[in-house]
């Protein structure tokens, strides 16, 4: 399989390249492989929940152990990259082989690709690898998107009125108001 050239975000896949990818892979053609990789073409890095919603949209019912399977086979065959930001769910997508990193914000968790900085595996080279054969660095870069800088200011502006201190005392309250997924 040739690795993903070009525009790293395709504008949508047509269930017959859905079926190509699945059969170049040897795996058998399902309707619900074929849904998932529509979905994750779609909405890169989606949690298996927001896989299972999409899934559920559009092909009916179907259990949450089938897509979980399905996203294993996938996963399995090289279809689809696993990756899991600390703090988060899994995400899954369909950009594999590239060794590319991601970007996300710890306001809403949007995650975004980012280009490996060398081109291949580990990207960052151990000072000492201890005799380990490594093969892979896992690379995430944290930060605050642009949509949500605006309400980091605007909170910052307004944190000496703080809510938190005025209004109820809630034992329960996040001290960032504006955090709430
Ligand atoms: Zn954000
Ligand atoms: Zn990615």
Same mark, same amino acid.
């Given at each position: 399989?040739?690795?993903?050239?070009?525009?790293?975000?395709?504008?949508?896949?047509?269930?017959?390249?859905?079926?190509?990818?699945?059969?170049?892979?040897?795996? @058998?053609?399902?309707?619900?492989?074929?849904? !998932?990789?529509?979905?994750?073409? +779609? %909405? #890169?890095?989606? $949690?298996?929940?927001?896989?299972?919603?999409?899934?559920?949209?559009?092909?009916?019912?179907?259990?949450?152990?089938?897509?979980?399977?399905?996203?294993?086979?996938?996963?399995?065959?090289?279809?689809?990259?696993?990756?899991?930001?600390?703090?988060?769910?899994?995400?899954?997508?369909?950009?594999?082989?590239?060794?590319?990193?991601?970007?996300?914000? @710890?306001?809403?968790?949007?995650?975004?690709? !980012?280009?490996?900085?060398?081109? +291949? %595996? #580990?990207?960052? $080279?151990?000072?000492?690898?201890?005799?380990?054969?490594?093969?892979?660095?896992?690379?995430?870069?944290?930060?605050?998107?642009?949509?949500?800088?605006?309400?980091?200011?605007?909170?910052?502006?307004?944190?000496?009125?703080?809510?938190?201190?005025?209004?109820?005392?809630?034992?329960?309250?996040?001290?960032?108001?504006?955090?709430?997924?």
């Amino acid at each position: 399989m040739s690795p993903p050239a070009g525009p790293q975000l395709p504008e949508a896949l047509a269930a017959s390249d859905a079926v190509a990818r699945l059969r170049g892979s040897g795996l @058998r053609v399902t309707a619900g492989r074929v849904a !998932v990789l529509r979905i994750l073409t +779609q %909405a #890169p890095h989606s $949690d298996a929940d927001s896989i299972i919603r999409g899934v559920r949209t559009h092909h009916g019912t179907v259990s949450t152990q089938a897509v979980y399977d399905v996203l294993r086979v996938l996963g399995q065959a090289g279809l689809v990259r696993r990756i899991q930001p600390a703090g988060g769910p899994a995400r899954f997508e369909l950009r594999v082989g590239d060794n590319h990193h991601h970007v996300v914000c @710890r306001e809403c968790g949007s995650t975004t690709d !980012v280009d490996c900085a060398v081109g +291949q %595996a #580990p990207c960052l $080279d151990p000072s000492d690898d201890h005799g380990y054969r490594v093969d892979e660095a896992e690379v995430t870069y944290w930060g605050v998107c642009p949509a949500c800088q605006e309400a980091v200011e605007r909170r910052r502006s307004a944190g000496d009125r703080s809510p938190d201190l005025e209004g109820s005392l809630d034992p329960d309250g996040s001290p960032y108001p504006g955090a709430a997924r």
